[in-house]
């Protein structure tokens, strides 16, 4: 039999045919070429190639550019695939000379040559910032398939980030990824963003030096970015795309979740969280998995009402005991569902060209996946959600197996609807929680991630590929990458400990317990503070160091939330000319001012690089002067942090039963103040709606502090400085540690000697 070989036609956009100027916007009409090479002669041969391209250049906003790659001219005023990108507005200008086309917006500019071959070259501030190579935009064809797409050139020096979760390199070079999160950063100081619901195919350098992204379809269009910083990059990106909503302080506290326990009742979580409230334990949040269905049908929107006959009830006593209740959903409907008949005749299920049923067999029957893509569909399901944050749970949990999607795709043979199905669903969960908690309010866990849904807190980072110390360092990095990509704050969940034993159990809380949002998976055993196999130590040590530090913690989430930044920051984002923080992927900097290094070994042994400067290890109140490396054995018990000169950490006391609010009763810590700095930081109250202001200045031997909208039983904390004189009211009260000032006013001065 002869074989049959599949040749791909590749075009290019060659000489400029046309320009038209208008609303802001360059439209450049090209012919295209193809272009192969000849081994003989080791040159490139252009060859004229039917039709032509249309390269439209806009912007959203100052310091972005848009570029839409059009082949079919009937796609021409398809403009913005997606809605999460800002509408075009009046910042672009287009400009000419005799020598190229120049696109500005702000100090963003893009550069095309009107002869010769075409390329698009940007500059930041007048100085080149990324290229395309040779041909970089095209339009292939492969049997029938069309794809369209744009390179960059990629510099020796440079490094990429994002994409989505990353495996176990924070770094991406190499890497090429289908499906995943179609966003990216460079440490050159630049962001790509393909703008399209599309499956989206990125390569960055695996077969070359230049990254390349492409969509299926004959147009493509990919927003660039740039400014002075990788922290600057991510708030355009927030700008651009829309902000994370703001999640209320209770989302901070201990979670439980219990997921395949089918022996829970009301009557133990109500007997569970009254126990812990009488312990003096805050346990703030409960999650029932799959636990609150029928145990043969653990799919829908029933309850098993043998075990939880009330749900309202229920949520009532969870309630007066301090703690939420969240519930896990899935748009997936088993045939022994009571839904599952009117799902079917409404024809809101998932289903073939031929509208049949797609269907996945199981031991506990055909399960049905509600199609959330389509409106009335997923009218319907948010209307059940709905029913249930009304009076029987305050949160959800959104999630859709990746086997399901692989279905969806398989069967449709439309991967676009298989990647557009999750954001729908979270996008979905989202509405319904603001319509019934508001916006200061949301909380939903989502377990698959696409842009437009980064809006949603939190999306979860898996167990890893293993339960295993090696994959503590799989966690880090998918944390930070997901940081990178968009969500500036992520869900942690830690397995139960039985599953990991207790010292891997020990050093994944730790990590954890320095996250945005975390919960501890649970047996009934383990959550169970008299039993033997308890998880109870563990509970306090979390209150103990988290607790004491929400203020500090709850404002690094509301910085994110506005600005875009993640809480969980890379350490070359933070020193990005500090040559040993690059590829650094195995400690980061926990909001503005602390550094972590969690322990990822089983015996305990951790090296942690600290940048320039005096830093206080927060456990054993050493200076450390960096940079430098420390190597040490660290113990169960201590998680390696260090605050950074120059800064204030706001704390107070765990024990406080004011959990929402943090104007009052503060500790403002203030760490290597340098004569001629001033440091400031910022508290939040629940929801952002409040906010205290904090400022400390030194010149010479004074020290100004000085405050703003806070209340009483203010204290400041100089650490190291051991020299004070006198202060302007109260007496300082010295320890080996530092100086502590109690005071009321909103100005105190202090004099050292």
Known sequence: MEEIIKVSAIKYPDSIESVVFSDNTVSIRCKCCFVSYDVLSSRKIRRPAPGRMTIQLYSPA?????????????????????????????????????????????????????????????????????????????????????????????????????LGRCGVSLARNGDCVEGGNPVYFSSHNYGIFVNTSKKTKIDIGSTGTCSTFSVAGSSMEYLLFGDDSMTDLLTDYAQFTGAMHIPEVLTQGVALRFNGNFSITSDYLISLVRTY?????????????????PEYNCTGFTWDLLRFPNPDALLRAMHDAGTRLGLSVTPVISDASPEYTELLDSGYLVSTENNRAIVKETDSGNLGIVNVVILTARNWFTNKCDVLLKSQCDMLEADIPDFLLKLIEDRTGNPDFALAFPESLNIAIAECEIRARGRGSLLAITCNNRPGDHIVPYPNVSSGSSISFASLNEILCNSLSLGLSGYPAV?????????????????????????????????????DPGSQNSIIGAVRTAESLRYGMMPYIYSSIIEGAVCGVPVMRMLSSVFPND????????????????????????DGSCKTYIPTGVWTDLFTHERIQGPRYINRIVDSETVPMYARPNSIIATRTPESSNFRFFLDNVTFTCFELSDGSSAECEVYEDGAGTSGLVSISRAGLKITVRTKGFGQNKRVLLSGITNVVSVSESIPQKSEYGTMINFESSELIISLG
């Open 277 to 293: 409230k009488n312990l003096g334990l805050s346990l703030r949040e409960v999650w029932l998995g799959n636990s609150w269905h």
């Open 491 to 527: 869900n942690i969940d830690i397995p139960s400990r039985s599953s990991c034993g207790g010292n891997l159990f020990q050093r994944r809380l730790q990590l954890a317990m320095f996250s945005p949002h975390f919960r501890i998976n649970v047996t009934t055993s383990e959550a």
């Open 579 to 602: 040559v040993f923080a690059r590829g650094n992927q195995t400690e980061y900097m926990f909001g503005n001012s602390l550094l972590i290094s969690p322990v990822l070994s089983e």
């Open 62 to 162: 100052n310091k972005a550019i848009c570029v839409r790659t059009v082949v079919r001219q009937d796609e021409i005023r398809a403009r913005s695939v997606r809605q999460t990108i800002l509408d075009p507005s009046s910042v672009g200008c287009p400009e000419t000379n005799d020598d190229e086309l120049i696109f500005r917006a702000g100090t963003l500019e893009a550069r095309i040559p009107k002869t010769g071959k075409f390329r698009i070259r940007f500059y930041y501030c007048g100085l080149p910032l990324v290229s395309e190579p040779e041909y970089g935009i095209f339009c292939e064809e492969d049997d029938g398939c069309i794809r369209t797409g744009a390179s960059l050139e990629i510099s020796y020096d440079e490094y990429v980030y994002g």
